[in-house]
């Protein structure tokens, strides 16, 4: 299984642009990245998934690097409402491997006026 | 429902009791898991069913977490002999197949004294 690193915590300003890294050395052929985020008493609610080069929604952006090492989230001109705890999970998400993606213990991201 | 409903939110518990959690995922969706997420750390998996097939359970901390899901789309997480190390959030997630954008519900918060 893929081990993910990202940063504990990350401190940004309202309307500025936020990118949070996570490494995944060990990626594999199948494996996707995805990205979620969670508010206090809440569940984690999805936000991402890509597989290589980019992939953008409404809400952000994820940038995979040809070796699919890493993966960097990217969230444009963030607002006090963004801060949460940002989770990356890589794994094969395919039906009968979905089962093995895991979370690790996240970034909190905080938004400062 | 829109989304993924779980009761009840908050339980609380004498140690000794049996408690059943329950699940409402978003209908027609095939996957479901159970994962447990203890303060301040990330969600742990517990088990997974694929329509009514628990297909892996491999993250039941021990017997006395029983999982089901007769139907194939409500599951109920059942803890015999409630002990204290069993106080966490309880998440429902589940997806139209696989991995492919995981939908959580709030969770239930279980306090066992």
């Known amino acids: 299984l893929a081990k993910t690193t990202q940063p504990i915590s990350m401190d940004s300003y309202e309307g500025q642009e936020v990118n949070i890294t996570c490494s995944h050395n060990n990626i594999a052929t199948n494996d996707y990245i995805t990205w979620y985020q969670q508010f206090p008493s809440q569940g984690p609610r999805f936000i991402i998934q890509?597989?290589?080069t980019k992939v953008t929604n409404e809400v952000a952006s994820l940038f995979i690097p040809a070796d699919r090492k890493s993966s960097t989230l990217s969230l444009p001109r963030v607002s006090l409402s963004d801060t949460a705890v940002y989770y990356c999970l890589v794994g094969d998400i395919s039906v009968g491997s979905a089962r093995q993606l895991t979370f690790g213990s996240g970034t909190q991201l905080t938004v400062l006026p | 429902g829109a989304g993924v409903s779980q009761s009840p939110r908050y339980k609380v518990a004498k140690r000794g009791q049996d408690v059943a959690l329950r699940c409402d995922p978003i209908s027609g969706h095939v996957s479901l898991f159970w994962y447990q997420q203890a303060l301040g750390q990330g969600p742990e998996f517990l088990t997974y069913f694929q329509n009514e097939a628990q297909l892996d359970k491999s993250g039941l901390p021990s017997d006395r977490f029983f999982a089901e899901r007769p139907e194939g789309s409500v599951s109920t997480l059942k803890i015999q002999r409630t002990q204290q190390e069993d106080s966490a959030v309880y998440l429902c997630?589940?997806?139209?197949?696989?991995?492919?954008?995981?939908?959580f519900g709030p969770g239930t918060r279980l306090t066992v004294l």
């Open positions: 997630a589940s997806s139209l197949l696989g991995g492919h954008g995981w939908f």
């Open positions: 890509g597989y290589k």
